[in-house]
Structures are given as C-alpha cells and as structure tokens.
C-alpha cells in the first residue's frame, strides 16, 4: 500500500526566510508521480507541481523548488524568500501507475508566514 | 485558464437525507474523481470515473454513495442518507487523460457538506 508522510504539522517562518517542507512517501511500484498542492485559506487546492519517478531532476520555479529523492523516497518542497501570501496548508500526494490514479494524500503542512 | 467548477459551495442538511453535489469537470478532460477532507484532515480519495463508469474506488465509499455522469458537462456525488459523519468539504476533480503529463488532477473549489 501506498503512504505519504508529512512529519511537520506546523510550521511558522518570517517573511523573507526560506523553509523546507519534507515529504517522505512509501510505494511498491517502479513507477508513480508525485505531486503538491497548496490549500490557501479559501480551501481550494491548488495545483503546484507534477514529477515522475523517473525524472530525478530538481526543479525551480520562481521562489519554489523541489527536490526528489528517490533513494531516501524524498520529495520535499522549499521556498525562498518567504511571503506571507504563502501562508496556507501544502500537501504531498503519490498516485501509482498502472490504471490506477487515486492520488494519496500526506496530512499536510500549515505554513504560518508572518510578517 | 478553464477551471472545475463545483455547486453548491456550502450545502447544510439533516440527518437521513439525501444530498447531490454538483461538479463540471474541465471540458476536454476524461477522468474524473471526487474526494473528501474532513475539517482539519487530510484529502481522502472517494471514487474515479471514467468511460461513464466506476474506474476505482475506496472503501469509503460505500452503498450510500453513487456518482454519475448524466449529460456532457455534469458529474454527480450523492449521498443516500447522510449522516454526521458525512460533514465534510467534497471535491471534485478531473484530469486529461492516463498519458505522461496528462494526468495531473485539477480541483474544483469544494462544497462544504454540513449534516446536523
């Protein structure tokens, strides 16, 4: 069975620090995706990043980067220069291949940005 | 930017009712979900639907659940007879397709399920 853990509960930064979320993820299949999403205070979920696990490639964008791990099973979130607009519960997700697209959620990180 | 849409955005209802939730996927998209977050926890998946059937699901979602397709542009979450436990925020999803980059989910805003 698939597993998502988000370890932080809760973290809280001044605005302009750089913060970490980690995400650690348990899975029997070769190949799987993992992804992030931001919940602001509205509630929706928004849509961040998409990797595959073949792709071990950081990636950046903007303020945000990402660093996948397969060996620790990693995939952890960090942004720079944080602003308080960033404020808002982030969740890891992992869904497997094969047909079956369920995506299973961490338990999320709220992230408090103060100014 | 197309979007999920979802109505209604809060939804209040007695115990024992029947609720429908009410989702329009992103038009060109294939594959679409519903899953729930009660307050304070996190997202779990309910079901996936696909080709106008059930393709997955959870074993929350039980016989007082069903979804539907019941035009182009519409999909369904009923909930039979609801009960306390119920009260959660649904969303829906929907994604592209099974291929590489085409399947990223896209949520809608939710619909806040408040059973008293």
Redesign the interface.
């Known amino acids: 069975a698939q597993k998502v853990t988000q370890a932080q509960t809760e973290i809280s930064v001044v605005e302009k620090e750089d913060v970490t979320l980690d995400c650690v993820y348990e899975t029997r299949d070769t190949t799987y995706?993992l992804?992030w999403?931001k919940q602001p205070p509205?509630?929706?979920?928004?849509?961040l990043i998409?990797r595959?696990s073949f792709d071990e490639q950081n990636e950046i964008s903007g303020r945000y980067s990402w660093n996948f791990q397969k060996s620790t099973s990693s995939f952890n979130f960090t942004i720079t220069a944080s602003q308080v607009v960033d404020s808002a519960v982030y969740?890891c997700?992992l869904?497997e291949a094969g047909?079956?697209?369920?995506?299973?959620?961490?338990?999320?990180t709220r992230l408090q940005v103060q100014p | 930017e197309p979007e999920v849409t979802q109505t209604p955005s809060h939804q209040v209802t007695q115990m024992g009712q029947e609720v429908i939730l009410r989702c329009v996927p992103i038009s060109n998209h294939l594959y679409f979900y519903w899953y729930r977050q009660i307050l304070g926890q996190k997202v779990e998946f309910l079901v996936s639907f696909y080709n106008n059937e059930i393709s997955e699901k959870s074993e929350i979602f039980d016989d007082q659940f069903s979804v539907e397709r019941p035009d182009g542009s519409n999909f369904t979450l009923k909930i039979r007879s609801t009960k306390l436990e119920d009260s959660a925020m649904y969303f829906c999803a929907s994604s592209a397709g099974p291929g590489v980059g085409t399947d990223t989910q896209y949520f809608g805003p939710g619909t806040r399920l408040t059973v008293l």
């Open positions: 995706y992804f999403y509205s509630g929706e979920l928004v849509f998409r595959n969740f997700a869904s047909g079956r697209r369920a995506l299973t959620f961490g338990s999320g």
